[in-house]
């Protein structure tokens, strides 16, 4: 691999010095005549993208990126070459500062002795700053324009004010000493004084956009009569000093770079200072700038900025198109490789493809951290896991006191109690209410908050599952068709498999989640985001069964539409009439004694009676009441149902597409970024709220969450705590083992590839995961639920990578055009405590509760689990289909693996998902977690008909130890052969070479510039 000599000579550079520089803000003033009299005014700046002041004058430009002629950067080039370079200078005044500069040019022979006074005149004339003036400001100062006098009183609310800094050379003292303190903050036309100055650089907004240890690069661009040919210094300050109002913002100046240049040639001018302030913002340059050692240095960071330009062709692009800031910025990283230096910018061009060779590229490789590694030790991984997690304790405590916090607490508190009550309703009907849902309201509770609390990974929501649902209905049929007791064979089976959770635990089998590619875990979360998608669906479409539309209704002929109820014939007709006397007199005759029955709900059953002589009794009765005394409905309006399921579909829909709506509000272009971020935060929170206010204002009887009031066994013959001996043979106590080894793997497979999810790098956790932990407090909980019976828990992949996205963090500082950049997650065990104390709580909170629509929790589990298959790139790679090869969009994959294979790959994983969603829905289920085994074993296979090539790019290749020190060792050979140190010769041979090649090019293209 060929360095260029540019990148040599930087290798040395930051080599040598390691040290991180601070972030530049650079600005940009032009030289200007205002009312006849010069003045400097601000025309760009940039923190990292540019922005242009509008010729309107009056507002800024969106940020965007700087888009810079070839011809501009080579002349630059040729600035710094003829120009002075004053590096590390020591200055703490402007004024001093510009003595310093033409003492160098004047020594140089570059400017006469005669012209010090006219540059120093130029250089020290006042800099007039663009801010942002609203209309009602602008207006306002006009007013305020014809009365002076009261200008200095109303300083600290006038608007529109420009930081400047006045002719200093004026005011300057004899001494130096004085000159260093005789800097002057003004107010055209009036001096202000430096308080308030400093006052107004504070006020400004654009501060929040600059990171704290900021330092500033002042570009001066400008036209004069009185040379003839360009003055050019580029200078470094040994200590970033602040001078004045030189720069918008209280932000101390490093560098300084200044043109001025005989009339004619403005535009030529202004390209070459925004291709310095484009080149001071650049993460490589700036550190270049920052060290280089003489003018050979800098103009080298100059040459590695070409070499990494791409060349729009002007017929094909409009230049006046400012070109929008990208979602993602690149690091500088890779530039800052040497082997990188030169390769980088073949990445974007290159057209060798295919035809050029094979394609050695290679993704990162798919890594799950230290805590998977084997020890050989007994319960060393467990060990190994509490000694990472003890130092994090305090802080997972408090890092919870947040208000992030509280939107993911009111998220996920609803769908846990969502999935509770779905549950508990489902295993009171398979297991004869042994379990309901007041017993998966308690396990929740109590499961969740023991995890939560000593757990790995706190970020890790447990809940039910269905083929723990499905084991629990086989298990039951088979108990009551042989005899046997339910709750104590499933107390055994419990005991057992903690036991075996234990025996895993000690042995570092979670070792094995390593073999767990991306194929794995993708068809395993598709599966319970799809699980989640299709129950959320089919509740809904059960609502037309229980509320159908009234089909057929004609408003005209509303006079027909009736429903009576009409007497029985048989019955005791004196009983008859005296209960339906009593019960049509009993609001008129509460407290009289004439009516010898009790009220409505503490009478007996009345028979079935009633001749027609009571007909007119019965016509007074309600629905129910006419079914309770043995009426008949008779009417075409009898099965009248109001339209609720077409409401309950507004109100699932609604929730679902307002929270998607509001999720995405962080992104819109209206309200501030605060206001934005904390819609998003709460968006599901809102939508709730909406429609929950929604559905209360129509007063339609809509289907209300249910939720028990009492704490007491759903079933009446079972206590709290279930007893180990005395119902069931002894030999049943050891033959648990075997049903207990199935739940053990289910429960086994089911938690290690959510905590894989979950523990995913794109998540940037840094606290460490514990996979032994978890699955040791696992064990524990499946044995205490067992005792008390209560379902068993595990967790739960969609509700947790829900929890992992409601606290997502982002930066909160960043420079204008740049997307906030993801930083991690908010790492804590506050939001999960809270969640299932809140669940435990839900008895006493069910007066609240009983006001939200069913419909509208059933709007989360939508949103839950679509938003859990973003990110997913088998998600994505099934889009694919739908797609033409030239609307897909740019994924890496695509660049190195071809489309065909691709499709190949993407209908292997269609097909055992669609095997897992049949298992899954017939009483096969109770296999299911074999079947995750068996998406490895289709794995493996998959490495005899795709190349490792492919793989790499479409999965993870599995970890093979011989092969991998193969391979590591071949590319260590390679590296050695392409980098060899060059001696010192061949590295001055090339600087001289490119030197000559530069001056050829210059004297061809570059010299009729000359200015």
């Known amino acids: 691999l060929a360095i260029s000599p540019a990148a040599e000579r930087l290798r040395h550079i930051l080599d040598d010095d390691n040290t991180p520089t601070p972030t530049i803000f650079t600005e940009m003033d032009t030289l200007q005549h205002e009312g006849g009299e010069l003045e400097w005014k601000e025309s760009a700046r940039w923190v990292k993208f540019e922005e242009k002041v509008e010729e309107g004058g009056e507002r800024w430009s969106k940020p965007h990126v700087s888009t810079l002629t070839l011809h501009s950067l080579f002349e630059l080039r040729t600035c710094l070459q003829t120009g002075s370079i004053l590096l590390d200078l020591e200055g703490y005044s402007l004024p001093q500062i510009v003595d310093d500069i033409v003492d160098r040019q004047i020594a140089d022979g570059l400017v006469a002795p005669d012209l010090r006074e006219k540059i120093s005149f130029v250089l020290l004339r006042k800099h007039r700053h663009q801010t942002k003036k609203p209309i009602h400001r602008s207006l306002a100062d006009i007013g305020k324009s014809s009365n002076t006098a009261n200008l200095n009183r109303s300083t600290s609310t006038a608007s529109g004010i420009h930081c400047s800094t006045e002719d200093l050379r004026s005011r300057q003292a004899s001494s130096l000493g004085r000159l260093a303190t005789c ?51 580029f200078v470094r300050l040994a200590q970033a000093t602040t001078l004045g109002g030189l720069t918008e913002v209280p932000v101390p100046t490093r560098f300084l770079f200044i043109l001025l240049g005989p009339h004619g040639k403005t535009k030529s001018y202004n390209e070459i200072g925004r291709a310095i302030a484009t ?30 330009v791409i060349v729009l062709p002007p017929g094909e692009w409009d230049p006046k198109i400012r070109i929008e800031p990208p979602k993602k910025v690149p690091s500088a990283d890779m530039r800052k490789s040497v082997l990188n230096l030169n390769e980088l910018g073949q990445m974007n061009g290159s057209a060798g493809g295919a035809a050029g060779g094979e394609d050695e590229e290679l993704p990162a490789p798919h890594e799950l951290g230290e805590e998977l590694k084997f020890t050989g030790r007994f319960g060393g991984g467990l060990w190994l896991d509490i000694k990472r997690k003890i130092p994090w304790y305090c802080s997972d405590i408090y890092d919870g006191f947040h208000i992030q916090s509280i939107s993911a607490v009111l998220f996920i508190y609803l769908g846990c109690i969502t999935n509770a009550i779905t549950f508990g309703g489902l295993l009171g009907d398979a297991t004869d209410n042994y379990q309901g849902v007041m017993e998966s309201f308690l396990g929740t509770a109590l499961a969740g908050t023991v995890f939560c609390v000593f757990g790995g990974q706190p970020l890790i929501i447990l809940s039910s599952t269905g083929p723990i649902l499905i084991f629990e209905k086989l298990l039951y049929e088979f108990s009551k068709n042989n005899g046997i007791d339910y709750m104590e064979l499933r107390l055994w089976i419990g005991l057992h498999s903690c036991l075996q959770c234990f025996l895993l635990v000690v042995t570092d089998a979670s070792y094995i989640i390593k073999y767990m590619t991306r194929f794995t875990e993708e068809g395993f979360s598709s599966l319970i985001s799809f699980i989640f998608i299709s129950d959320a669906i089919k509740k809904m479409i059960g609502a037309w069964k229980y509320y159908p539309i009234n089909r057929g209704f004609k408003p005209d002929y509303i006079t027909a539409y009736k429903c009576e109820c009409i007497a029985p014939d048989q019955g005791d007709v004196i009983a008859c009439f005296f209960s339906l006397s009593c019960l049509l007199l009993l609001p008129l005759l509460r407290f009289s004694l004439l009516c010898p029955f009790p009220p409505l709900h503490l009478q007996p059953p009345i ?50 597409s307002m929270t998607v709506s509001l999720k995405k509000f962080k992104f819109s272009r ?100 514990g996979y032994h932990l978890d699955l040791f407090w696992v064990g524990v909980l499946m044995a205490v639920c067992s005792f008390m019976g209560l379902p068993w828990y595990v967790a739960a992949t969609v509700i947790s990578i829900a929890h992992i996205d409601s606290l997502k963090m982002e930066s909160e500082s960043s420079a204008p055009g740049e997307q906030p950049q993801f930083l991690g997650v908010r790492e804590q065990r506050l939001t999960g405590i809270l969640v299932f104390v809140l669940t435990g709580l839900s008895i006493f909170l069910a007066p609240i509760l009983q006001y939200i629509p069913m419909p509208v929790l059933y709007g989360v589990f939508l949103y839950m689990g679509v938003a859990s298959l973003s990110g997913i790139q088998f998600w994505e790679r099934i889009k694919l289909y739908l797609m033409p090869p030239k609307h897909q969009p740019d994924f890496s994959f695509l660049r190195h693996v071809p489309l065909r294979r691709v499709h190949l790959f993407t209908l292997v994983q269609i097909v055992c998902l669609a095997v897992l969603w049949i298992l899954k829905s017939t009483f096969l289920a109770i296999i299911f977690p074999v079947m995750i085994l068996g998406l490895m074993v289709v794995r493996k296979l998959l490495d005899l008909i795709f190349s490792q090539h492919d793989l790499a790019w479409l999965d993870d290749i599995l970890p093979d130890k011989d092969k991998k020190k193969k391979e590591d060792e071949k590319k260590k050979k390679k590296d050695k052969k392409s980098v060899e140190p060059e001696s010192d010769e061949e590295v001055r041979g090339k600087l001289v070479a490119e030197k000559a090649l530069y001056h050829t090019y210059y004297s061809l293209f570059v010299c009729p510039f000359s200015f």
């Open 670 to 769: 209206y309200f501030p970024t605060k206001l934005r971020s904390l819609v998003s935060d709460f968006s599901i929170i809102i939508s709730i709220l909406v429609f929950c206010g929604l559905d209360g204002l129509l007063e339609l009887d809509t289907p209300k969450l249910h939720v028990p009031t009492e704490i007491k066994p759903t079933r009446s013959d079972r206590g709290w705590l279930v007893m180990p001996f005395g119902k069931n043979p002894w030999w049943w106590y050891v033959a648990s083992f075997v049903p207990a080894l199935l739940v053990t793997i289910l429960i086994f497979m089911d938690q290690q590839i959510s905590a894989v999810i979950v523990n995913r790098k794109e998540n940037k956790l840094k606290k460490g995961c």
């Open 279 to 308: 080149l001071m913002v650049d993460e490589l340059f700036s550190d270049v700038a920052y060290k280089a050692r003489d003018r050979d240095d800098l103009i080298a960071g100059v040459d590695e900025f070409l070499d990494e």
């Open 183 to 233: 800097l002057k903050y003004v107010i055209s036309p009036h001096t202000l004084p430096p308080a308030a100055s400093l006052l107004c650089q504070l006020k400004n907004k654009f501060m929040k956009k600059i990171p704290r240890d900021a330092e500033a690069s002042n570009v001066l661009i400008g036209e004069v009569d009185f040379l003839d040919k360009p003055f050019v210094s």
């Open 607 to 656: 028979p079935p009676c009633c001749p027609s002589s009571s007909l007119v009794l019965f016509l007074q009765l309600s629905k129910k009441e006419c079914v309770k005394y043995g009426g008949a409905l008779v009417g075409s309006s009898c099965k009248y149902v109001p339209d609720l399921a077409l409401m309950s579909f507004i109100l699932f829909f609604g929730t679902y």
